[in-house]
């Protein structure tokens, strides 16, 4: 039988100098006695995954929405696919990943029902009230808003997964942290980072396929997409065309993988890096792809920009999307007494547009869909 202490002595005696310990961490907000059997990390992991904006997850839109097609990506499908790359490449580079995995299954809770749309609406509607960043509404959503304990509020997570909450930043999320000190996440934190990036530039192309927006000739024009096409051609040799374009959106995943794991592992050899503290101190992010893939990468994210996120019947969905939320918003800014009792009592508390928006950035896709016709269709049931 192995306990707390013995898995700490492991992650002493095998993990990278650099990497996250548990039995180093700066610990939680509120003192709180050490599990016999969980390390720190480990008890984060379990306490996201149990909390209700995880379980949410489930019904918020990741690009398509959900009423679309049950074989579409959601919030929770994406971050579950970030958290099996996110755990390859924590493992591959020796790091910790229970802290890796905690900061994955978290990484994405403070989003909008909508996707980025949603956040776009709620971003311009609380302009005047302090604005809206999903990484940041994440970070209240574990130190506040969530409530599982009569002792205190939020999930009193450790330092070290709040802080990659905070800073988690990708080509679409660049926040600025306002609660911890400037530099770098840990190692863990920006192995999230970049099993964010791969996921959604992978699943987002994987998606388009499936949905018909994109044409197998386009993808012949991406650099990234004729490499993977080269690199795994042996595996493909057989496949009609329709299921090795579906195969070769997938190994991508694998491309981008294996390319960050090389590529970082000499940046941390090369930065010569020995704790956490030298991590953050370090002039720039040390999990990165290659200068070669780089480029490649980029455009196929331009291409997703372009093609993808910009076609019509994703515009339309967006145009939709933002306002559902700005009519639902301004029916609760015009009358407050149609906000439930918890999120009235906000109000008085922390004010009106504040809890507007928390109780808002936490509905469904379908919950917020469903809350604009209880309050604008007359003969709906409320």
């Known amino acids: ?114 996707g980025h749309s949603g956040e776009e609406a709620l971003r311009e509607l609380m302009r005047d009230h302090g604005g809206f960043e999903h990484n940041h509404h994440g970070l209240r959503i574990v130190d506040k808003l969530e409530h599982p304990y009569p002792q205190f509020r939020g999930l009193n997570l450790t330092y070290e997964v709040r802080e990659c909450i905070d800073k988690h930043a990708t080509s679409y999320d660049k926040p600025h942290s306002t609660q911890f000190d400037a530099g770098n996440p840990p190692l863990e934190g920006q192995v999230v980072e970049m099993a964010d990036a791969i996921a959604y530039d992978s699943h987002d192309l994987d998606d388009a396929i499936a949905m018909g927006v994109v044409s197998p000739t386009e993808l012949h024009d991406l650099a990234i997409f004729r490499q993977a096409a080269s690199d795994f051609a042996t595996t493909l040799a057989d496949l009609t065309e329709d299921q090795r374009i579906r195969r070769i959106a997938k190994l991508l995943i694998d491309l981008m993988v294996t390319d960050t794991i090389g590529t970082s592992e000499r940046a941390i050899r090369e930065a010569g890096v020995t704790n956490v503290d030298a991590v953050r101190a370090a002039p720039v992010r040390l999990v990165r792809l290659s200068e070669g893939l780089q480029p490649k990468v ?85």
């Open 298 to 382: 980029k455009q196929l994210e331009v291409f997703l920009m372009e093609r993808v996120y910009r076609h019509y019947r994703v515009a339309r969905m967006m145009t939709k999307s933002k306002r559902f939320i700005t009519k639902i918003y301004e029916a609760y800014q015009a009358n407050c007494d149609q906000l439930p009792p918890t999120y009235y009592e906000r109000a008085k508390q922390e004010g009106l547009e504040i809890a507007i928006c928390d109780y808002i950035a936490g509905m469904t896709d379908r919950y917020a869909q469903d809350e604009y016709q209880r309050l604008y269709e007359p003969f709906e049931r409320v």
């Open 1 to 114: 039988m192995l306990s707390r202490r013995e898995f700490e002595a492991r992650e002493e005696r095998e993990l990278a100098p650099y990497a996250a310990k548990s039995a180093q961490s700066r610990g939680r907000a509120h003192a709180e006695p050490e599990h016999a059997y969980r390390t720190a990390y480990q008890r984060d992991r379990d306490r996201v995954v149990h909390s209700t904006a995880f379980r949410r997850l489930e019904y918020k839109t990741q690009v398509f929405l959900t009423h679309e097609g049950d074989f579409f990506r959601t919030r929770l499908t994406h971050t579950l696919e970030v958290a099996q790359i996110a755990r390859t490449l924590a493992r591959a580079l020796n790091l910790n990943e229970d802290l890796t995995e905690a900061v994955a299954l978290a990484h994405d809770l403070g989003h909008t029902p909508f």
